[in-house]
Structures are given as C-alpha cells and as structure tokens.
C-alpha cells in the first residue's frame, strides 16, 4: 500500500508529476521490471542475491514526497522468533542516520523505508538515485541478518551474519537489466560495532 497522507506543502502541478513519473519509469526499467500499483507508485522486485524483495517506489504529489519501501516477506514464526527479529529492527535501526526497518508482528514481514521530501522542486533521476541506491546497499549489508533471525537464530548469532555478502550476481536472475549494481567497496559501508559493543547493546536494550 502507498501512502497516500498529505503533508504541509503546496502539492506538485500535475504535469510535473507525469514528467517525474516518467523519468522514475525510465530509470526503473533501465534495473527491474517494473508494474504500476496506482497513479503516483511503481512496483518491481529486487533480488539481495537470491532472497526476493518486493519494492516500490512513490512519488506523491500531495506531499511533495518520494518514497521508496522495500519487504521481506514474513512467515509464521514463533514468539521468541518474532521478538528476536524485532530486536534485529531496534539495532540495526540504531546503526542507521537515515531510513529504518520495521517489523510487522501480525505478519512477520521486516520493511524498510525511506524517502525525501522535495518540496518547491521537481524529482530527478539523480534525487531517486540518492534514494534507491543507498537503500538496496543497506539491504545487501543487513538482509542475512533477518534471514538468520527467520530461521530461528538467537540475535547475538543473526548479528554476525551483518555485512555478510548475500551473493549479488551470483544467480542470473540477480543481474541487473541494463545498469550494474550499485555496489563499491569503497561506498555506503555501514561500519559495524565491535563485538563488545554489540553485546552490551543486546545486555542493557
């Protein structure tokens, strides 16, 4: 689901708002196919190696907002495993100066958001970029994590999988369409706490 709320701000002229629609199309498609989930938002599914995340990306013209979501797909889990991946939400998001994780406990699915406001201005390709790309670098680098905690891993154990590389490109279908993956060893690293401190984290959150 879109979000649809309106925000403070004077609202995009709807013109402007097909141009940007068309350049986040363009853009897109130049990665994943993508399927329109109503006027303002595209959908695609991106691939951390071979685990699936479905995603969209919004640009509401109300709010003058483009928003990018990502999930991974929840399944039944057990009590202790539902706290344990949303103790992995709580400090990953600790790690974050932008975007968060959120987990949902009524269907075990881990979302990620993120976005900017670009009130007064038209959207460009290289504002969704500053989105979208540092948002799948930030999946790649936390994804097994979650994977781990699914499974039934304790956290402290899940924790060791951050930054693990989940296998871009290793399937066929993780390759991109037209554009490499974003990915630089040099860019967007997320730096991982010692272990000490992970673990004084865990004994006193």
């Known amino acids: 689901m879109t979000d649809n709320i309106s925000k403070p701000g ?3 002229d709807p013109a402007a708002h097909t141009r940007a629609m068309s350049t986040l199309h363009a853009f897109l498609e130049r990665r994943w196919t993508t399927m329109p989930m109503d006027p303002w938002a595209l959908q ?3 691939l951390a190696g071979p685990i699936p995340m479905p995603c969209y990306a919004e640009i509401n013209p109300d709010m003058e ?3 990018f979501r990502a999930a991974l797909q929840g399944i039944g889990l057990d009590k202790k495993t539902y706290e344990n991946v949303a103790r992995l939400c709580e ?4 790690e974050l100066p932008i975007g ?3 987990f949902n406990r009524e269907n075990g699915e881990v979302r990620y958001k993120s976005g900017v406001y670009f009130w007064g201005t038209e959207p ?6 500053n989105v979208i790309e540092p948002s799948i ?3 790649d680098h936390y994804i097994l994590s979650f994977v781990h905690g699914y499974v039934g891993h304790g956290v402290e154990e899940s924790l060791a999988r951050v930054g693990e590389d989940p296998g871009i490109g290793t399937s066929e279908n993780c390759h991109y369409r037209h554009e490499p993956h974003p990915r630089d060893p040099g860019r967007l690293q997320t730096p991982a706490l010692p272990d000490g401190d ?3 984290r865990l004994a006193t959150g």
């Open 10 to 12: 004077r609202g995009m």
């Open 44 to 46: 695609f599914q991106y």
């Open 65 to 67: 907002g483009f928003i």
């Open 91 to 94: 400090i990953h998001n600790a």
């Open 100 to 102: 968060c994780f959120v």
């Open 124 to 129: 460009t390709e290289q504002m969704m970029r």
């Open 137 to 139: 670098m930030v999946l």
């Open 198 to 200: 992970r673990l004084r």
